[in-house]
């Protein structure tokens, strides 16, 4: 006898959006294509998705396996982090804001992608609108839908010539007379993501600051999303709330233990501000989101940061990923075919105008009305073996034509995976 299902109406947002979003769809599409004639006998090369291909550094797994073992440490704690985390970040940041940063300055959240979706519910009402510069992590558009909000997408406009010539972060960049005339009555805050996912862009000092002043002048929040913050290339990195007393009071800063210790995994991450009333609203909602974060992992974060401090660990991962991406990058410089040279993350933007696919490659019917990159990002998986992201995905569909042409590939991965990459893209030659 069945069963018969009962008829339930749920949230209107996840029945309207009913498209399998990019991480399904490369992710299948990888996993169909393992097993094709063209990759049997061969390693299927993942560089989609931000996830490292290696363990945490030996000290950081240590430490959790060490705070397993206490009792105490396996239950709740307090809802705004434990003190032994939440001291380690006073450490870590005190000196960058040039200030003896408090209790009350600093919350611990589930993951950086929790502490924005905190910061939004905490601050949004019905109505309220968000900036969101394009392109933009896809997280960021429901979380702050899902709160009530409605997106205002602003561009960061890409080079000329993206297409013929490697390009810089620095050549991407905001028009922001269009950015103040976005401003509405109903603007209530900002998302600005630097270092920069997909593009790599580390935004200047002159770039921040005018994006401050006018929120400022608007009296608009700022939510920096820096979970990149020790990934920059530049010789230096500029963080927003440092760069006025009236700009730091707007400022709500995200960071992020999964991309500072190669644990994206263990979900830890944080919000910071000066205005210890701004961020109350955050560490509320966080606290009605998922009350307290895994207290093992926060006592191995704030362990971790104590000794990635002493021996000088963020300085030395820097240089291994300036090196990575050389080891990478050296294919395109090889094969001819442009990118945007990273200033900051993990991540590559590459040009694919000039490799020619054959025009009748057959496509599954679930990306042909998605932008063309999903079908280079198709094309690559099944004839190479190698697993890229496309960034349209980051993109309102008006604007995609923008990165129609490019892929997004993540260098997060050993150096020998990475060389098998290159060989494995020489195969590009064949087809340019």
Known sequence: ???????????????????????????????????????????????????????????????????????????????RGRPSLINSLIKLYSPIYNTELKAENVTVTTGANEGILSCLMGLLNAGDEVIVFEPFFDQY?????????????????????????NTRGEEWTID?????????????????????????????????????????????VIISDEVYEHLYFTDSFTRIATLSPEIGQLTLTVGSAGKSFAATGWRIGWVLSLNAELLSYAAKAHTRICFASPSPLQEACANSINDALKIGYFEKMRQEYINKFKIFTSIFDELGLPYTAPEGTYFVLVDFSKVKIPEDYPYPEEILNKGKDFRISHWLINELGVVAIPPTEFYIKEHEKAAENLLRFAVCKDDAYLENAVERLKLLKDYL
């Open 1 to 79: 006898m069945s069963t018969s299902r009962p008829k339930v109406v749920a949230n209107k947002y996840f029945t309207s959006n009913t498209a399998k979003d990019v991480w399904s769809l490369t992710n299948e599409a990888a996993a169909k294509a393992a097993n094709n004639s063209k990759n049997q006998g061969r390693e299927l090369i993942n560089l989609g998705q931000g996830f490292f291909s290696y363990s945490p550094p030996q000290f950081a797994i240590k430490e959790a396996q060490k705070a397993l073992d206490i009792p105490i440490v396996n239950q709740y704690s307090p809802t």
């Open 141 to 165: 558009i429901p979380n702050i839908e899902l709160c009530g909000g409605k997106v205002v997408y602003v561009p960061i406009n890409p080079p000329k010539e993206l297409d013929q010539r």
């Open 176 to 220: 922001f007379e269009q950015f103040e005339k976005a401003i509405t009555s109903k603007t209530k805050a900002v998302i600005i993501n630097t270092p920069h996912n997909p593009i790599g862009k580390v935004f200047t000092r002159e770039e921040l600051t005018t994006l401050g002043n006018i929120c400022v002048k608007h009296n608009v």
